[in-house]
């Protein structure tokens, strides 16, 4: 038995049944027999009709939904809302998309030996998808591993994270609801040792991975031969800020990206290079504006920052800081525990460039200030790191932008907008240890396909 419980307040908020090795066995061989059969493929009008359902539901239970998001993950009430209709978007996204699932005609009569011949390629669904997801957004994260394998035709089976599946559970059901049939998306809540089956097994096809960067490639290292995977991880966000940027403007902007869900978002902002001439004034601006957000329940709508998702969390971030402390760093705001689980929105100027919270993926409410005079210098800091994700430049100064986004290394870059903006149809995922393969629904939907060429040979083609 698994209790899911309410990050905030440690309320029980279900006791579900956990699967067992058997269960996932089951799934597998199920989703497996389905991709087998081609008889039971789902033509591209009915999953679209699926699809169509699913978001008439969702839309009649938008304020269910959010309140299941925010009472097991945390997320402001604000914000869950926010991603419950990011949910619903990424299923139309998905209908749009279905039509793009095409091959292309390739050339032939250019040569003698290619003459007669008519060739073209075709998309076909890649085979069983096996997603494993994180906490931090129990119903997006999940729409985003399941829904393009659904999209495209491939049967799916997706692992939430056991301190957020109810978001989970509760989506598949609606698919069922919407005349998914069985087998198509099966959830399973497992311990790691019995979900490492859904890595491990040869009929796995594709691999989907959100979460940490250790457990990440582990798995990957352990995939079977011929699977293919898109893993996303974290990084250690930098932003760069130049002398020409409107400071007022960029603390507005660091303190939504730096902030949001307590900083738990593999983009979040965290590093933030700021020139010296103007980084006093930022600091302070930025301290002040992060010891005025609320702290709080997420089920209140004035609370701004919600709580970690464990109390160990709480306890890994406190130990960060005063590590960065006692280095030398001072603290500018917060630094302190609030409750078992909250803590709060805490500035740091200047840390040591050795120290954890520099080097290492915080993952909670706090954000490192450094003060430079040489852009160069910055950029490096940027790139010291092994992770690469987003990151962000504000400045005024066309010249530099353009100058300082080609040499940092990260997937993308945000000019005069925080590290932690997404749509969900952009491009978005990590390179170096920071992940590989690329998020976004119709990207994901790519990446679960693979590609088939037919050469027809016949003495009518010219």
Not at 114 to 122: C, Y
Not at 268 to 289: D, N, P, T, W, Y
Not at 349 to 366: A, K, M
Not at 394 to 421: I, P, R
Request: proline letters at 5%.
């Amino acid at each position: 038995m698994l209790s899911i419980n309410n990050p905030y307040n440690g309320q029980l908020l279900k006791n579900i049944e956990l699967n067992s090795a058997e269960d996932v066995e089951s799934a597998l061989a199920r989703a497996h027999e389905l991709f087998e059969d081609r008889s039971q493929w789902l033509p591209a009008h009915i999953r679209i009709s699926i699809l169509e359902n699913a978001i008439r539901i969702m839309e009649g239970q938008v304020e269910e939904l959010t309140q299941l998001a925010a009472s097991e993950g945390g997320k402001p009430y604000v914000d869950s809302k926010v991603e419950v209709h990011r949910a619903i978007n990424g299923l139309k996204l998905a209908i749009e998309h279905i039509p793009q699932i095409k091959g292309e005609q390739i050339p032939m009569g250019h040569t003698e030996s290619s003459a007669n011949r008519l060739a073209f390629t075709q998309r076909e669904p890649i085979g069983v998808v096996s997603s494993i997801s994180a906490f931090n957004h129990p119903l997006n994260l999940i729409v985003h591993q399941t829904v393009p394998a659904i999209a495209v035709g491939a049967p799916v089976i997706i692992k939430p994270a056991q301190t957020t599946p109810l978001s989970c559970l509760r989506f598949v059901e609606i698919l069922k609801e919407a005349g998914l049939p069985e087998g198509w998306c099966q959830a399973l809540v497992v311990e790691n040792s019995e979900a490492e089956k859904l890595v491990t097994d040869a009929r796995v096809n594709f691999f989907s991975f959100i979460g940490s960067a250790a457990i990440g490639w582990m798995l990957r290292s352990k995939l079977a031969p011929g699977t293919r995977c898109a893993l996303e991880h974290g990084g250690a966000a930098p932003v760069i800020v130049d002398q020409s940027a409107d400071i007022d403007a960029v603390v507005q902007s660091v303190l939504k990206g730096g902030f949001y869900h307590a900083g738990q978002v593999c983009v979040s902002v965290q590093r933030v290079f700021v020139h010296e001439a103007v980084c006093h004034a930022f600091s302070e601006k930025l301290s002040v504006g992060a010891s005025q957000l609320v702290v709080g329940d997420p089920l209140d709508e004035a609370t701004e920052v919600g709580p970690l998702i464990l109390p160990r969390e709480a306890d890994r971030v406190q130990s960060w800081v005063e590590e960065a402390e006692q280095a030398g760093a001072k603290i500018l705001c917060g630094g302190k525990r609030l409750s078992e689980s909250c803590y709060s929105p805490t500035v740091i100027l200047n840390p040591d460039i050795n120290s954890t919270v520099s080097q290492r993926e915080i993952f909670g409410p706090v954000v490192c200030v450094y003060s430079y005079n040489d852009k160069a210098d910055a950029i490096a800091q940027s790139n010291a790191l092994p992770y690469a994700f987003q990151a962000s430049i504000y400045s005024n100064d066309l010249t530099d932008v353009l100058d300082t986004s080609q040499k940092l290394n990260a997937t993308a870059v945000m000019v005069n907008d925080h590290t932690a903006f997404r749509v969900d149809w952009m491009p978005f995922g990590g390179r170096d240890e920071s992940g590989m393969g690329m998020g976004g629904i119709q990207y994901s939907m790519h990446e679960m396909t693979r590609e088939k060429m037919l050469v027809i040979k016949s003495d009518v083609l010219l």
